[in-house]
């Protein structure tokens, strides 16, 4: 389940670029002790170290990024970092049935409009966090037409929850 939180733009910008820095600063570390490991260790069985660097440099973001799920995710610098992350994975989860949604939000289905109002939600705070000011004023009306449906049909516009399952119903499934 996912919640959208209230998040200074400036705040969140700045964490996000910090853990960055420090997620690079990992990554160059042990991407060139690994690319020089590689070279050093393996250079006598092939002729071509620029095969063996960008090797040890791919194993060095490998073990960057095992560090990062396993040690860091759960840091309080990470917080901002991973709440975009998860941010952005449960608008590609709508964004992966949007048609469908919008088709039921269109017959007035209470889950659908449910979710596409979470989804604007959404997106506007993430193009608020990232400073995208041209497509908040893309979605603007349509954000604006949603809610007075809400409002007219009764629903609740405050949207600020999601959990993937509720899209489940929407999504195409083959026969195996």
Same mark, same amino acid.
């Given at each position: 389940m996912f919640e959208i939180k209230d998040i200074d733009p400036a705040f969140y910008r700045k964490q996000t670029r910090n853990a960055t820095l420090k997620i690079m600063a990992i990554f160059i570390v042990i991407g060139m002790i690994t690319a020089t490991s590689f070279v050093e260790y393996l250079g006598p069985y092939s002729s071509n170290h620029i095969v063996l660097n960008l090797l040890g440099a791919f194993v060095g973001l490998v073990i960057t990024g095992l560090i990062v799920r396993f040690f860091f995710k759960d840091s309080a610098w990470m917080n901002e970092a991973m709440y975009g992350?998860?941010?952005?994975?449960?608008?590609?989860? !709508?964004t992966n049935v949007i048609d469908k949604v919008k088709a039921k939000a269109n017959h007035d289905d209470e889950k659908a409009?449910?979710?596409?109002?979470?989804?604007?939600?959404g997106l506007t705070q993430m193009y608020q966090l990232e400073e995208?000011?041209? +497509?908040? !004023? +893309?979605?603007?009306? +349509?954000? +604006? *037409?949603?809610v007075q449906r809400l409002v007219n049909l009764g629903?609740? !516009?405050? *949207?600020?929850?999601f959990d993937p399952s509720m899209v489940e119903e929407y999504k195409d499934h083959e026969a195996s």
């Open positions: 992350w998860r941010l952005k994975r449960s608008l590609m989860h !709508i409009l449910k979710i596409l109002r979470f989804y604007h939600l995208n000011s041209h +497509e908040l !004023i +893309e979605i603007k009306s +349509e954000k +604006e *037409q949603l629903i609740d !516009i405050n *949207q600020t929850r």
